[in-house]
């Protein structure tokens, strides 16, 4: 009895459901939702423009806006939780691959902005 009273007691977890709708900052309870929502507009304006000008695929730019959040979004987790470091090849893939996602087909036979430059020729053709 006496070894009772001296542990704590001890709560049980208790899960509630998030919310399904809302972004994913909402649904977790973040306390910064105005930056986060700042960054989805911003993300929204870069993708319509790139709509305007024929670089994204046709659709609703708030769904190419969540999938490309989303792909963002797991590669920085993964990078926070140094699962992944930024000079691995895993999170500029990832950035190519959120671009690529979004990307009209006439945009996906031009270089991505986080692909390198092609390297030149380590030897010119000889002329003549």
Do not use: F, Y
Request: charged content about 25%; proline content about 13%.
């Amino acid at each position: 009895m006496e070894e009772k009273a001296r542990l704590p007691t001890v709560e049980p977890l208790r899960w509630e459901p998030l919310p399904e709708q809302g972004c994913r900052a909402e649904r977790v309870g973040c306390r910064h939702q105005e930056p986060a929502k700042e960054l989805r507009d911003e993300v929204e304006k870069l993708i319509a423009s790139g709509k305007a000008a024929g670089l994204v695929r046709p659709g609703a730019v708030e769904v190419w806006a969540d999938i490309w959040l989303q792909i963002i979004g797991l590669m920085l987790e993964r990078v926070a939780n140094k699962e992944w470091t930024p000079d691995q090849a895993a999170p500029r893939l990832a950035v190519e691959s959120a671009w690529a996602a979004i990307a009209a087909a006439s945009a996906l036979s031009e270089p991505s902005p986080m692909s390198p430059p092609t390297p030149p020729p380590e030897h010119p053709a000889p002329s003549g």
